[in-house]
Nanobody, 120 residues
């Protein structure tokens, strides 16, 4: 069983940057594909980015491609989401998740989320 804890959210102006972290407990973290999802007020949760277990392959939603970068450090049991050129429409609760594969759009286990607010 792996537990996930996100951190790094906050309030930032449009055009700014944030880096989210997701710390995982459990010895099998390096076996899992990992991803980031987000949910804005009044909207459904949506896929943002995914990374393979080794970190060699990544996928992004079109809305964040070129601005966000997902990475992982298996030695630290942590996955990151570097977010640059933030826009007000990026405002949401961001969740990390264990995924069946980096090609999936489904999360199998979730953290509690971290709020990201981008002001215009």
């Amino acid at each position: 069983q792996v537990q996930l804890v996100e951190s790094g959210g906050g309030l930032v102006q449009a055009g700014g940057s944030l880096r989210l972290s997701c710390a995982a407990s459990g010895r099998t973290f390096s076996s899992y594909a990992m991803g980031w999802f987000r949910q804005a007020p009044g909207k459904e949760r949506e896929f943002v980015a995914a990374i393979s277990w080794s970190g060699s392959r990544t996928k992004y939603a079109d809305s964040v491609k070129g601005r966000f970068t997902i990475s992982r450090d298996n030695a630290k049991n942590t996955v990151y989401l570097q977010m640059n050129s933030l826009k007000p429409e990026d405002t949401a609760i961001y969740y990390c998740a264990i995924m069946p594969s980096y090609n999936s759009r489904r999360g199998d286990a979730w953290g509690q989320g971290t709020q990201v607010t981008v002001s215009s």
